[in-house]
Each structure stands twice: as structure tokens, then as C-alpha cells.
């Protein structure tokens, strides 16, 4: 699975971005804010089948998305301006998104339009929607009054839920009508008896009932509850976005809590690989190249130096009727990523399968052996920059081992604020600031060298002084009841003394 936003991270709220300080509820929450502001533009899906041997087949799929209008509160996104110029640089197709998006709704609009259905209280959404409706409704009543019973008239050029909208509001508005969709966008329309009317309200092909309007607003929901009920193992690639947008937008709204928002994707989707999570671990045993993307970590699990001779490799083909990935890249393509996401989960499987084999793997290695492999990193996804490396959908989170903490004492220098020091100290490595007192801050880095780096070179500093952060002496908290504590003991000397005095 993979997928395209309209943005990521929202920098418009205040402390939004990612940090190494965030612990997985605070990264959670970050997240969950930016996910109700974005929506999805696409979603990829590469479905693989172990067809024989250690061949796998791939059909893989492009879903363009926009959110469901019919009858429900209109849905409200925002764009990020270099989500957006990220995109169209790798060639995505606004007009499919927002011409011929599939819509989407989750169990609450559901919920919502399934009511206002029951009580006839939806409403049109949108200028262009009204308009059409209005034009469809002077067509009709120009033409019913000298209709004969049983004559038709066609309406054209209605788009979407249009050809919904307009069925509903006639049948609700005149009594002596019916109608039924075409082909071509197209609706007719049939003057009728009263009695002809109720045995056709009451059939069971009329595609206007409840049902079927409800399945048509679902639309990609529909494949959303197929997937959940197939149960297969879900991959990704730093897929903590793709997971949250999937629990948002065709599941429920994301709870406030965190540990509610873990148990749901652990019901929905008990099986979880990040390839990410799995490609960090094996870059470290391997001696591969550096690869900054997935498509470079593919390009190197792909490359003839790698396993020539073995014939137990994984052997993956497109299917016949999916082969343009085969005859050019297409990255930040859903499909296509999506595509890549399970080959590189295949070749790394195989990869630890053979290291874990002394004998060497056998000819036909099944997925459940790659599964077994694969144990310690099923349901934990990736976390960039964070005080976890992944998120455990089916345990406890396990904290990062970061290098300690420095604390940064200000002196001669006076305003400086948490972007400030950032900006200072970014221009030898990089750090996540938090300010620790008014003239104190804390520096958090991933990587060891940047710490032995920032104290040798700040050793000297007029300004900043650099040491490693000890709890117990730079705590605020410590602080505070060290002095209280020092208060306190000196009052008490002074009544020992003041009481113990002859009077």
C-alpha cells in the first residue's frame, strides 16, 4: 500500500513538527492534527500472489480519491504548497483527482447521510450541484404538463451524485414521475400513474433505494472493508501517515487517545510490515550502498552483484495487464511505490532468511517462512525523529537509545529563543531544541559524533556554554526542591538555635 497527500505536516500549527523530543503520544497527536487538515489524492495497491514456486505475480493499482459530497457536511482540506509542487513535478494528475476522484466517506458521515436519507433532509452540496439541479428541474416541469402518461424525455450532462441529487428531488417534488440513470451521464424520465409509481418505488431494482445510493457514496470504502475482512499482511513504507489517513477517512475519526488508536488498527489490520523498519535493520548487517529513498533501496536489492547465482531468489513479475511499471519508473506513483514496497519486502526477507539458514535456503522458500524471518519486525512502524524508532501495534513501545542530552547555558546573550539557538548550531549538525529555563536550553541529536563534535567546538564559546545535561543538576524540578529543601533546613537550624537560647 501507498499513498499521496495534499500536504504532511501542517506548519500553520504552532509546534507541530516532528522532534526527537516527542514521545509516541505527543508524535501521535502532531500527526492526527495534520491528517484532519490533508486528504488523500491517491492510493496505491499492488496485490501479490505466490503463484508458483518462488514466483510472485503483481496486479498493481491507482485509486484516484476525493471526499464524498453526496448529502453529508462538505468536507473542508487544506493544500501544502510544496506537497502540491512535489507532486506535480513527478507528473500526478490533478484533473483525475478532482474530476473523477472515487469518493470515500467514513462510518460516522455514513452514519450522518443514512439518517438524512431516512428523513429526506440531505441537502444539495455545492454551487455547481444546485445549479445543475435547477436547470434539470425546468426542464421537467416544462415538459410534464403536456406529456401524455408513459412518455419519456432524457436529461443530459449530469456528472457524479448529480445523477442522484436530481432523481431524488423529482420524485420527492412530483408525484406522477419516474425515473432511471443511462449510460453517458443521462437520466430518463417517464410521466406515470400513481398506482404504476408505487410498484415501481417498491422494486426491488430501483437503483435510488437507500442501499444504493449509500454503497455508491462509500465508493473506495467499500474495497477499505474488503481489505480489513481479507486479513493479508499490509505493507508499507514508512506507512505511520498511510495507516492514520486510513483509520480517518474510511474507518472512523481518529481518537484523541493513543492507545485506542493503536488497538483499532491492530483489529483492523493485525498483520503490519514497515519496510522501512525492516530496511534499517538489514542496511546495518549488509554491506550495502547508502540509499536516502525506496526506490534506491530497491535499485540495490535488484542489482546482479546481489545473490546472482542463487535460485531460490524471489522472482517478481507484473501481471500482463498491469506491465507499465516493467517498461518505465514512476515514482511517487502509488501504484508504482506501491509495487516497489513489496519487492523490497521480498528481497529482504529472502536476504534474512538466508543469513538465519546455515545450509542455505531451500528451493522454493514459502511467505510463511519469510514471515517467520520477518517475526521482529511485524506490526512496528517507522517513527522519524522521535523518542521511539517505531510504533508497536501489538506490544509496548521500545525508546530510541539516543546520545545524552546537552544543555546549553546562555550568558552576555540575552533573547535568544528556541529557532535562534536551532539556527546557531545547525550550521555544524543538527539538534532538536526545547528551552529548559529562561537562560537554558536542551540540545537532542540521533547521532553520537554530533555531541562529541558540538562540545569540542563550543568549549570556548564567549556566549554558549555546552556541557552534557545532568538531571540532577539542571532539572528545574531538582532545582526547586533543592531550594525548598534548603529553605527549609535553614529555617529549622535557625529555631533549633533561637529555641535552644536561654531566655
Given at each position: 500500500?501507498?499513498?499521496?497527500?495534499?500536504?504532511?505536516?501542517?506548519?500553520?500549527?504552532?509546534?507541530?513538527?516532528?522532534?526527537?523530543?516527542?514521545?509516541?503520544?505527543?508524535?501521535?497527536?502532531?500527526?492526527?492534527?495534520?491528517?484532519?487538515?490533508?486528504?488523500?489524492?491517491?492510493?496505491?495497491?499492488?496485490?501479490?500472489?505466490n503463484?508458483?514456486?518462488?514466483?510472485?505475480?503483481?496486479h498493481?493499482?491507482?485509486?484516484?480519491?476525493?471526499?464524498?459530497?453526496?448529502?453529508?457536511?462538505?468536507?473542508?482540506?487544506?493544500?501544502?504548497?510544496?506537497?502540491?509542487?512535489?507532486?506535480?513535478?513527478?507528473?500526478?494528475?490533478?484533473?483525475?483527482?478532482?474530476?473523477?476522484?472515487?469518493?470515500?466517506?467514513?462510518?460516522?458521515?455514513?452514519?450522518?447521510?443514512?439518517?438524512?436519507?431516512?428523513?429526506?433532509?440531505?441537502?444539495?452540496?455545492?454551487?455547481?450541484?444546485?445549479?445543475?439541479?435547477?436547470?434539470?428541474?425546468?426542464?421537467?416541469?416544462?415538459?410534464?404538463?403536456?406529456?401524455?402518461?408513459?412518455?419519456?424525455?432524457?436529461?443530459?450532462d449530469?456528472?457524479?451524485?448529480?445523477?442522484?441529487?436530481?432523481?431524488?428531488?423529482?420524485?420527492?417534488?412530483?408525484?406522477?414521475?419516474?425515473?432511471?440513470?443511462?449510460?453517458?451521464?443521462k437520466?430518463?424520465?417517464?410521466?406515470?400513474?400513481?398506482?404504476?409509481?408505487?410498484?415501481?418505488?417498491?422494486?426491488?431494482?430501483?437503483?435510488?433505494?437507500?442501499?444504493?445510493?449509500?454503497l455508491?457514496?462509500?465508493?473506495?470504502?467499500?474495497?477499505?472493508q474488503?481489505?480489513?475482512?481479507?486479513?493479508?499482511?499490509?505493507?508499507?513504507?514508512?506507512?505511520?501517515?498511510?495507516?492514520?489517513?486510513?483509520?480517518?477517512?474510511?474507518?472512523?475519526?481518529?481518537?484523541?487517545?493513543?492507545?485506542?488508536?493503536?488497538?483499532?488498527?491492530?483489529?483492523?489490520?493485525?498483520?503490519l510490515?514497515?519496510?522501512?523498519?525492516?530496511?534499517?535493520?538489514?542496511?546495518?548487517?549488509?554491506?550495502?550502498?547508502?540509499?536516502?529513498?525506496?526506490?534506491?533501496?530497491?535499485?540495490?536489492?535488484?542489482?546482479?552483484?546481489?545473490?546472482?547465482?542463487?535460485?531460490?531468489?524471489?522472482?517478481?513479475?507484473?501481471?500482463?495487464?498491469?506491465?507499465?511499471?516493467a517498461?518505465?519508473?514512476?515514482?511517487?506513483?502509488?501504484?508504482?511505490?506501491?509495487?516497489?514496497?513489496?519487492?523490497?519486502?521480498?528481497?529482504?526477507?529472502?536476504?534474512?532468511?538466508?543469513?538465519?539458514?546455515?545450509?542455505?535456503v531451500?528451493?522454493?522458500?514459502?511467505?510463511?517462512?519469510?514471515?517467520?524471518?520477518?517475526?521482529?519486525?511485524?506490526?512496528?512502524?517507522?517513527?522519524?525523529?522521535?523518542?521511539?524508532?517505531?510504533?508497536?501495534?501489538?506490544?509496548?513501545?521500545?525508546?530510541?537509545?539516543?546520545?545524552?542530552?546537552?544543555?546549553?547555558?546562555?550568558?552576555?546573550?540575552?533573547?535568544?529563543?528556541?529557532?535562534?539557538?536551532?539556527?546557531?548550531?545547525?550550521?555544524?549538525?543538527?539538534?532538536?531544541?526545547?528551552?529548559?529555563?529562561?537562560?537554558?536550553?536542551?540540545?537532542?541529536?540521533?547521532?553520537?559524533?554530533?555531541?562529541?563534535?558540538?562540545?569540542?567546538?563550543?568549549?570556548?564559546?564567549?556566549?554558549?556554554?555546552?556541557?552534557?545535561?545532568?538531571?540532577?543538576?539542571?532539572?528545574?524540578?531538582?532545582?526547586?526542591?533543592?531550594?525548598?529543601s534548603?529553605?527549609?533546613?535553614?529555617?529549622s537550624?535557625?529555631?533549633?538555635?533561637?529555641?535552644?537560647?536561654?531566655?
Open positions: 500500500l501507498d499513498m499521496e497527500f495534499t500536504g504532511l505536516h501542517s506548519t500553520s500549527l504552532q509546534n507541530n513538527m516532528p522532534s526527537l523530543f516527542d514521545s509516541p503520544a505527543e508524535r501521535y497527536l502532531k500527526a492526527r492534527r495534520s491528517v484532519q487538515r490533508f486528504t488523500v489524492t491517491q492510493l496505491g495497491l499492488a496485490i501479490f500472489s503463484e508458483n514456486s518462488n514466483k510472485y505475480v503483481v498493481s493499482y491507482n485509486f484516484f480519491l476525493f471526499p464524498s459530497t453526496l448529502g453529508v457536511t462538505d468536507v473542508e482540506f487544506t493544500l501544502s504548497a510544496s506537497s502540491i509542487q512535489f507532486l506535480s513535478h513527478y507528473g500526478f494528475d490533478y484533473n483525475k483527482f478532482l474530476k473523477d476522484g472515487i469518493p470515500y466517506m467514513n462510518e460516522v458521515q455514513e452514519k450522518i447521510l443514512s439518517q438524512r436519507l431516512s428523513a429526506g433532509s440531505w441537502k444539495i452540496s455545492g454551487t455547481l450541484g444546485r445549479d445543475a439541479l435547477k436547470k434539470a428541474i425546468d426542464e421537467v416541469t416544462s415538459w410534464i404538463a403536456a406529456a401524455e402518461e408513459e412518455e419519456t424525455m432524457i436529461l443530459q449530469l456528472s457524479g451524485y448529480q445523477m442522484f441529487e436530481v432523481q431524488l428531488v423529482l420524485r420527492q417534488a412530483l408525484k406522477n414521475v419516474w425515473t432511471q440513470p443511462l449510460e453517458d451521464k437520466v430518463m424520465v417517464k410521466k406515470v400513474s400513481p398506482q404504476n409509481r408505487w410498484l415501481l418505488e417498491n422494486s426491488p431494482y430501483d437503483c435510488c433505494q437507500k442501499e444504493q445510493i449509500l455508491s457514496a462509500r465508493g473506495f470504502t467499500n474495497l477499505f474488503t481489505l480489513v475482512e481479507a486479513k493479508k499482511p499490509l505493507v508499507g513504507h514508512n506507512m505511520l501517515m498511510d495507516i492514520m489517513h486510513l483509520h480517518e477517512k474510511f474507518y472512523k475519526p481518529l481518537p484523541e487517545s493513543y492507545e485506542e488508536f493503536k488497538r483499532n488498527i491492530h483489529n483492523l489490520f493485525p498483520v510490515i514497515d519496510t522501512k523498519t525492516v530496511t534499517k535493520s538489514i542496511w546495518k548487517q549488509f554491506p550495502f550502498p547508502r540509499a536516502s529513498n525506496l526506490l534506491e533501496v530497491y535499485a540495490v536489492l535488484c542489482s546482479s552483484k546481489l545473490n546472482p547465482k542463487d535460485p531460490a531468489w524471489p522472482v517478481i513479475a507484473l501481471a500482463s495487464d498491469c506491465s507499465r511499471y517498461e518505465k519508473e514512476s515514482p511517487h506513483e502509488a501504484g508504482y511505490d506501491a509495487f516497489l514496497c513489496g519487492s523490497v519486502l521480498l528481497k529482504s526477507a529472502h536476504l534474512l532468511l538466508c543469513r538465519s539458514t546455515a545450509d542455505g531451500e528451493a522454493d522458500p514459502s511467505f510463511p517462512q519469510y514471515l517467520t524471518v520477518l517475526a521482529e519486525y511485524l506490526n512496528k512502524v517507522n517513527v522519524i525523529r522521535g523518542a521511539v524508532s517505531s510504533i508497536n501495534f501489538s506490544g509496548e513501545d521500545v525508546p530510541c537509545q539516543h546520545p545524552p542530552l546537552l544543555v546549553v547555558q546562555v550568558r552576555g546573550w540575552p533573547g535568544l529563543n528556541e529557532r535562534q539557538i536551532y539556527q546557531e548550531f545547525k550550521a555544524v549538525c543538527r539538534f532538536d531544541v526545547r528551552r529548559l529555563s529562561e537562560n537554558q536550553f536542551i540540545l537532542l541529536s540521533n547521532k553520537f559524533n554530533h555531541v562529541r563534535l558540538v562540545l569540542r567546538d563550543y568549549k570556548h564559546h564567549p556566549h554558549l556554554r555546552v556541557s552534557v545535561y545532568r538531571h540532577w543538576r539542571h532539572s528545574p524540578r531538582v532545582n526547586c526542591l533543592l531550594q525548598v534548603g529553605i527549609v533546613a535553614l529555617w537550624l535557625l529555631a533549633f538555635v533561637l529555641g535552644g537560647a536561654p531566655s
